[in-house]
């Protein structure tokens, strides 16, 4: 198993272009397998709890970087403060303004992405476009002080029609350069575009991804 994964890593980094970034999502893996992705060269790792997460950190060398990927409930902000270098999935205002307030409390700032909401489906979560241009033109995005808005993360579709996950894809990236170059120029250090996972990454990147998110073609299927 162990050079398995190694082996995938080392492949992916082949693939992958270079600017893009990849992310190994290591949900409900055991830490053996983070392990071996590690010794492969892999410092990103994704994961979906945290709970998960927050057992997980002290058993991986302390340069591992983790991003929160999955639905985060409010309720469960203040144990991640401090603890990722990136929250990808903030799907709500709501969400925004307690990831505010609990960093303001223990004086840090978050890097945070956006999730935009564009597959059709009613069980995904996110902004819906309107929804985050309007939080963008409105201006209220100045209000946060202690979150640093990094870019956009997204899903697409969870089907086989490829068509549709170009769809989705596309329209997530039009909705990242409208911010990006339009409606917040200033944000500098708005410049993440994640999108795509194990059977969808190459049309993500195609489509303007610069950060992946990739599980089971790395560990196997969970
Ligand atoms: C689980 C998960 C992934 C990875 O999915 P795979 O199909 O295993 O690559 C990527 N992004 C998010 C948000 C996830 O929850």
């Not at 991640?80 to 990831?99: A, F």
């Not at 990094?150 to 549709?164: E, H, K, V």
């Not at 059977?199 to 073609?217: K, M, Y």
Request: with cysteine.
């Amino acid at each position: 198993m162990k050079e398995e994964i190694m082996e995938r890593i080392s492949q992916l980094r082949a693939e992958i272009p270079s600017g893009v970034e990849l992310v190994a999502v290591s949900k409900f893996k055991p830490v053996e397998d983070l392990l071996a992705a590690y010794e492969a060269g892999q410092r990103i790792f994704g994961e979906s709890r945290v709970r998960e997460l927050i057992e997980k950190i002290p058993q991986l060398p302390s340069d591992v970087k983790w991003h929160f990927i999955g639905h985060l409930q409010t309720n469960k902000v203040r144990q991640l403060i401090g603890k990722t270098s990136l929250i990808e999935s903030v799907d709500s205002e709501r969400l925004l303004n307690v990831i505010e307030e609990e960093s303001r409390k223990k004086s840090c700032c978050s890097n945070v992405l956006l999730q935009v909401h564009v597959a059709r489906e009613e069980t995904k979560f996110g902004f819906l476009p309107e929804e985050l241009e309007e939080f963008f033109t409105s201006g209220r995005y100045k209000s946060l002080k202690n979150i640093k808005l990094c870019g956009i993360m997204a899903m697409a579709s969870n089907t086989t029609d490829l068509q549709r996950v170009r769809t989705d894809f596309r329209e997530a990236a039009a909705v990242f350069r409208k911010v990006a170059t339009e409606l917040a120029p200033h944000l500098t250090d708005f410049n993440i575009l994640s999108m795509g996972m194990s059977g969808d990454w190459p049309i993500a990147v195609e489509e303007g991804a610069n950060l992946i998110r990739v599980g089971s073609a790395i560990f196997g299927d969970r």
